[in-house]
């Protein structure tokens, strides 16, 4: 009997869009080595494994090279496919125990909710190799908990970005996020998400980079505006915006779910093959 794996287009209105993530409910525990396995063969940025617990569900995340301590679309995706599979009642709260702690998402409306981590970064010097790598000059280099951040001179310098991912790939971090202000006053800022060294060259949108980008654009707003909300971000899809810096934590909302038609979140569902199913 397989195992049934749903796919997931986070942070889009529209199927084959966004971020897609694979979600794995899983009946009973399978060791690290299976769900390596299974990541590898869907072969998408992140493939989540939920596993009910008494007060939530234990929740990991794979690339198809390695396990990481935080994923966004991921975690989105998951609390989508158990609300939508009736693991947990419309109005109830998902609770999940991860590598990085107690994590939550919540249905407001067509939006879902994350309370997750702020993990801002500190001023540092660049590694060997990583601009060179990237390409770029940095005005400012951090480093949070799992990721480099480089702030570049304009958005322009984001979009024409072509970095050596190979020479990347040396870094030793989870990630690379380059960022700067937007040339558009509609928003604050943009930003790339690069991280080889775990499988992936490039991710499309990625949640859990807001956790270091949010309380830095909070602080840059701050200081130039005395703003505190940090305006919808131009490297989500139509329907996202941008996270709220608060204390220890960093909300992030997106929307999600519509009236049942074309609005509303892709899904699609695929079996695993018997043959992976050996742990």
Not at 76 to 83: E, G, N, Y
Request: glycine share 8%; net charge neutral; hydrophobic share 35%.
């Amino acid at each position: 009997m397989g195992v049934p794996i749903t796919v997931v287009d986070a942070f889009t209105d529209q199927a084959f869009r966004g971020n897609p993530a694979a979600v794995c409910v899983l009946v009973e525990a399978q060791s690290p080595q299976w769900m390596q396995d299974v990541a590898q063969e869907m072969n998408l940025s992140e493939t989540a494994f939920l596993q009910r617990q008494a007060d939530g569900f234990q929740l990991r995340w794979f690339t198809p090279a390695v396990e990481v301590d935080l994923c966004g679309h991921a975690t989105l995706a998951s609390a989508h496919v158990l609300w939508e599979t009736g693991y947990l009642k419309p109005g109830q709260p998902a609770r999940f125990h991860t590598r990085s702690g107690l994590l939550s998402a919540e249905r407001k409306d067509r939006w879902i909710e994350l309370d997750f981590p702020a993990q801002p970064a500190e001023p540092t010097s660049p590694p060997n190799g990583l601009l060179s790598a990237l390409g770029v000059t940095a005005r400012y280099v951090g480093k949070s908990r799992s990721d480099y951040l480089i702030e570049v001179d304009g958005e322009e310098t984001v979009r024409q970005m072509r970095p050596d991912f190979r020479a990347l790939a040396q870094t030793q971090t989870r990630g690379v996020i380059v960022t700067s202000r937007a040339a558009s006053p509609a928003y604050d800022f943009v930003s790339r998400f690069f991280a080889p060294a775990a499988g992936i060259d490039e991710d499309p949108v990625t949640g859990s980079a807001h956790c270091c980008l949010g309380p830095l654009s909070r602080s840059v707003l701050e200081n130039a505006f005395g703003q505190r909300r940090i305006r919808r971000l131009p490297g989500l899809p139509a329907g996202g915006t941008g996270p709220r810096s608060s204390g220890g934590t960093t909300s992030l909302s997106w929307w999600t779910s519509g009236d049942g038609t074309a609005r509303r979140t892709g899904l699609k569902q695929a079996n695993l093959k018997p043959s992976c199913m050996s742990s």
